[in-house]
């Protein structure tokens, strides 16, 4: 008797003592395990929820429900990210103003040369067979002889004078210079000169093909307070 009535006791005791145990297991778990599923049936919740209107047109009240269901740490973190969209952001404003700045003296320059015509362009391209030589055979006073040379030469009539001066008067007078037009100056006590305009620095000054420029046919730039008369032919 006494043998059972220990063998009870000591079921008994295994009995309470299990259901004891899991008392306090699930005591101890329940509160994580809810927190999670709890956390996760937020989150898909607020996205399988989302109204959507007829013809699939959604006017935003889903994305403001799934932003105000879903938790902080569903944001991307901040700081070291946003520190790179600043600094790539920044790199790339700055690159465009170099840019710019790399682009506009460009620009600048070209405003000054007009574009030239067919006849010009011919008329230029002849002139720049004879640079470094003396076509006419004079030994002076022959840059208006050279002119009238590359203008019969283009298709076209000359002064028949071998005086810059006489070019003054020739053709059609323009106000400014130009690709292919001509460009009388003055060379004060030792008369005048005259050459054809190749083109236009960033000043507005000509740069002038001519004869006679140290004893032959030249390109060069020319201040543009000598030229006092521009004429295409």
């Not at 620009?107 to 391209?125: H, R, Y």
Request: aromatic share 8%; hydrophobic share 40%; net charge positive.
């Amino acid at each position: 008797m006494t043998f059972l009535s220990n063998k009870k006791k000591s079921k008994t005791f295994a009995v309470t003592a299990a259901i004891a145990t899991a008392v306090i297991l699930t005591a101890f778990h329940s509160p994580a395990e809810a927190r999670r599923y709890k956390h996760k049936t937020v989150r898909h919740s607020a996205a399988a929820v989302a109204p959507v209107t007829p013809f699939g047109f959604n006017f935003g009240v889903a994305s403001t429900s799934a932003h105000r269901a879903a938790p902080r740490t569903a944001h991307a973190p901040r700081g070291r990210y946003a520190h790179r969209a600043r600094h790539t952001t920044r790199y790339a404003s700055r690159r465009g103003q170099r840019i710019v700045r790399r682009v506009a003296p460009a620009a600048a320059s070209s405003s000054f040369a007009p574009s030239a015509g067919f006849g010009s362009s011919n008329l230029v391209a002849q002139a720049r067979r004879y640079i470094g030589t003396n076509p006419t055979g004079m030994g002076a006073l022959w840059c208006a002889r050279f002119m009238n040379m590359v203008l019969e030469r283009a298709g076209h009539r000359g002064t028949g004078s071998n005086m810059a001066s006489s070019f003054a008067s020739y053709g059609r007078r323009i106000s400014g210079p130009q690709v292919g037009a001509i460009a009388v100056m003055s060379r004060g006590k030792r008369g005048g000169h005259v050459g054809i305009v190749s083109g236009i620095d960033a000043s507005g000054n000509p740069i002038i093909i001519s004869g006679n420029y140290n004893r032959r046919v030249a390109e060069a730039k020319y201040s543009r307070n000598r030229i006092y008369a521009y004429v295409m032919p």
